[in-house]
C-alpha cells in the first residue's frame, strides 16, 4: 500500500516494523543490516556515505564524509584503458569477458603477491576478478556464512558486511575496537565464538581507523578459524596505502602459514589506483575455497569491463611508482587533517594507512557523533560520518565509545582538508555554543 508521497502507508510500514527479524523479506534484511532501514516509513534510505554526500551538497559543506579520492587516478593508468576499448588484443574489448576475469589481469595479481608478498597463486584457479571488491566480498559471504550462523568481525565495519550477512540469513556479531590505538583484541574475538559461528570478516588495512593488522595478529586469527572450524574473510582493499610511520608493513592474510585453507582475500583496483569508479577487485584464495565462491560470483555481474581490467593488469605489472607517490600524497593529508582537529579540540587517531582518521568529539561537545556530525554538516559547512553508522544499530549494542567517535577522509587535495579545517576553526566554537 503506497501513499501519495511514494511510501508505505503508516499501518504497512508498522506492521512490517514487527515482523520479526527472521521473516522479514530479504530486501528488508538487508537494509536493516546496513543501517539503511527507515522503521517509521519501512523504506530503505541511501546510504550513509550517499546521504552524507547530498547533505555536503544542501549546505556547501567541505565533503569529508564519502572515502573518493579528489585526484584522478594516473593519466598513463587512464589512457591505457582508453586504448583498450579498440584494442583487439583485450579481447574482444567490448564484450563479455570470461566468468574469472580476463587471463593478463588474473596473471598480473598472481605475480603481484609473489613479488610481494611471497605467496604462490594459481591465475587460473586462484584469482578471481570481480566487480570491484564489494562483489568478492559479497559472494564469499554468501558462500560461507551458513544461514542461522554468526559472523563476527571487529566494530566499526564497512557496511556492505551487514547487509550480506543478512542477505546470507546469518547474524552479524561485533567485538569493538578501541580508542586510542584501534588494535584487534583477538582474544575478546575468541571469547566471542560460539557454536554457531561460521564465519570472521577481517578489513585490514582497516576502514575507518587505519589500523595495519600486525602478522602475528593475523596469524592468531587464523589460529581461532582452524582450531573452531571457521572460514575467513579478509578485505585488503587498502593493502597499497600504508604509510612510512605505520607500526607494521601490509601483508596478505594468505601469507600466514596454513591460511589458505581457511581463507580469502579481497583487493581493490580502485582503491590502489584511485580509480574507484572502475570497479575492478579480486579475491584470491585455495582453489578449493574459490570455487565456492564462484558459485556464487557468476550469478552476481557474471563479469565486467574488460578494458579496465585490461589496464589495470598493466599497473599491476609496472605502478610506474604510483603506489609510493600516493601514500606520500595520502599521508600529508593525514598529517594536515591530524592538526587541524586537533587545534578545533578533537581528539583525532594516529590512522596508518587508507582514507580516514576518526576522532573522539568527546572533549568538546556532548552530542553524540551522529548529532555532532549533523550541526558539523549544517552550521560549520564540514561533512563527516559519524562511526556510529558503521557498527551494527539493530541490535542496540552500539558500544558507548564508538559513539562519541566521527569519520573524516583525507583523501583530498590540500586546499579542501584545508578550508574544511578553517571552518572547523572559525565556526565549530559558535556551533557549539
Ligand atoms: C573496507 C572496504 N572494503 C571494500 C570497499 C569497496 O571496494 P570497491 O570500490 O572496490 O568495491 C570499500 C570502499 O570504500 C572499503 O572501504
Not at 508521497?5 to 512490517?16: I, K, P, R, V
Not at 583487493?267 to 575455497?289: D, N, Q
Not at 599497473?315 to 598529517?335: I, P
Amino acid at each position: 500500500m503506497l501513499s501519495r508521497s511514494g511510501h508505505q502507508s503508516e499501518s504497512a510500514s508498522a506492521a512490517l516494523s514487527r515482523v520479526p527479524l527472521d521473516h522479514r523479506p530479504l530486501w528488508a534484511k538487508a537494509a536493516i543490516g546496513a543501517n539503511t532501514f527507515d522503521f517509521e516509513t519501512a523504506t530503505v534510505l541511501p546510504t550513509i556515505y550517499e546521504r552524507t554526500t547530498a547533505a555536503a551538497l544542501a549546505h556547501d559543506a567541505v565533503n569529508l564524509g564519502q572515502g573518493f579520492p579528489d585526484r584522478e587516478g594516473p593519466d598513463w593508468l587512464l589512457a591505457a584503458a582508453a586504448e583498450a576499448i579498440t584494442d583487439p588484443q583485450v579481447g574482444p574489448p567490448n564484450q563479455y569477458a570470461p566468468g574469472l576475469g580476463l587471463p593478463v589481469l588474473r596473471e598480473a595479481v598472481a605475480e603481484d603477491h609473489r613479488r610481494r608478498y611471497d605467496v604462490t597463486l594459481d591465475p587460473a584457479e586462484q584469482v578471481m576478478i570481480t566487480t570491484g571488491a564489494t562483489e568478492g566480498i559479497t559472494a564469499a559471504i554468501l558462500a560461507f556464512a551458513e544461514p542461522g550462523s554468526e559472523v563476527l568481525t571487529f566494530e566499526p565495519h564497512y557496511d556492505s558486511y551487514g547487509a550480506c550477512t543478512a542477505l546470507a540469513g546469518a547474524e552479524l556479531k561485533g567485538v569493538p575496537l578501541r580508542a586510542p590505538d584501534f588494535r584487534p583484541d583477538v582474544d575478546a574475538l575468541e571469547a566471542a565464538v560460539t557454536d554457531r559461528t561460521s564465519l570472521i570478516l577481517i578489513n585490514t588495512p582497516h576502514n575507518p581507523t587505519g589500523t595495519v593488522f600486525s602478522p602475528e595478529e593475523l596469524r592468531r586469527v587464523v589460529d581461532i578459524a582452524r582450531r573452531h572450524g571457521l572460514r575467513i574473510m579478509c578485505d585488503e582493499v587498502y593493502e597499497h596505502l600504508v604509510f612510512d610511520d605505520a607500526a607494521h608493513r601490509h601483508r596478505t592474510i594468505l601469507s600466514v602459514p596454513g591460511a589458505q585453507e581457511v581463507a580469502v582475500a579481497v583487493g581493490s583496483a580502485g582503491k590502489s589506483f584511485s580509480l574507484t569508479g572502475w570497479k575492478v577487485g579480486w579475491i584470491t584464495g585455495s582453489t578449493e575455497l574459490l570455487n565456492k565462491v564462484r558459485g556464487v560470483k557468476q550469478f552476481l555481474s557474471f563479469s565486467s569491463g574488460p578494458a579496465y581490467q585490461w589496464a589495470i593488469a598493466q599497473g599491476l605489472r609496472d605502478d610506474h611508482g604510483f603506489f609510493a607517490a600516493n601514500a606520500a600524497a595520502l599521508a600529508a593529508g593525514r598529517d594536515l587533517l591530524r592538526e587541524g582537529l586537533r587545534e578545533a579540540g578533537l581528539r583525532p587517531n594516529r590512522a596508518e594507512a587508507g582514507y580516514f582518521v576518526v576522532a573522539d568529539i568527546a572533549e568538546v561537545t556532548e552530542l553524540s557523533g551522529p548529532q555532532f556530525c549533523e550541526v558539523l554538516t549544517r552550521e560549520v559547512g564540514v561533512a563527516a560520518i559519524p562511526v556510529a553508522a558503521l557498527t551494527i544499530q539493530h541490535r542496540a549494542s552500539t558500544d558507548d565509545e564508538l559513539q562519541r567517535l566521527v569519520r573524516f577522509a583525507f583523501c583530498k587535495e590540500p586546499r579542501t582538508i584545508e578550508e574544511a579545517m578553517r571552518r572547523l576553526r572559525e565556526r565549530l566554537p559558535a556551533a557549539l555554543g
